[in-house]
Nanobody, 125 residues
Framework: QVQLVESGGGLVQPGGSLRLSCVAS????????MGWYRQAPGKERELVAF???????NYAAFVKGRFTVSRDNAKNTVYLQMNSLKPEDTAVYYC???????????????????WGQGTPVTVSS
C-alpha cells in the first residue's frame, strides 16, 4: 500500500556531508511524523531525528548541531542533511513515516508505521 524509498547514502570522509532523501508513495491520505533511524553493525536500531507534520523537529543528542531533518509535505518526502560526519555515524539509515491511508484512519488517529529499506552510510578515510 505504502512504500518508502531512501536515497543519498554512500561513502564519505570524516568531516564530510551527505543528504539523505526518503519518498513515500502509494495510498496516502495524510502523513503524520516522519523520521530517520540508524543501525550500526552489531547494535540496536536507534532514533536519529524526526519531524512532525507541523514542522517540529526532534534530534538525538549525538547528532544535534550536525544533522538537520526537513520535509516537503507536497512531495511526501523527508530529508536528512548530515554535516561534520564522524566514523561513528557509519550505519544503515532508515526512514519511517506514520501514514493515514484514508479519512477514517485519520479521523480515528490510527496511523500505520511504514519503513524504508535503508541506505548505507560509511564514514571513513
Amino acid at each position: 500500500q505504502v512504500q518508502l524509498v531512501e536515497s543519498g547514502g554512500g561513502l564519505v570522509q570524516p568531516g564530510g556531508s551527505l543528504r539523505l532523501s526518503c519518498v513515500a508513495s502509494g495510498t496516502i491520505f495524510r502523513i503524520d511524523d516522519m523520521g530517520w533511524y540508524r543501525q550500526a553493525p552489531g547494535k540496536e536500531r536507534e532514533l536519529v531525528a524526526f519531524i512532525t507534520s507541523g514542522g517540529n523537529r526532534n534530534y538525538a543528542a549525538f547528532v544535534k548541531g550536525r544533522f538537520t531533518v526537513s520535509r516537503d509535505n507536497a512531495k511526501n518526502t523527508v530529508y536528512l542533511q548530515m554535516n561534520s560526519l564522524k566514523p561513528e555515524d557509519t550505519a544503515v539509515y532508515y526512514c519511517n513515516a506514520e501514514v493515514f491511508t484514508n479519512f477514517q484512519e485519520w479521523r480515528s488517529g490510527l496511523a500505520e508505521i511504514y519503513w524504508g529499506q535503508g541506505t548505507p552510510v560509511t564514514v571513513s578515510s
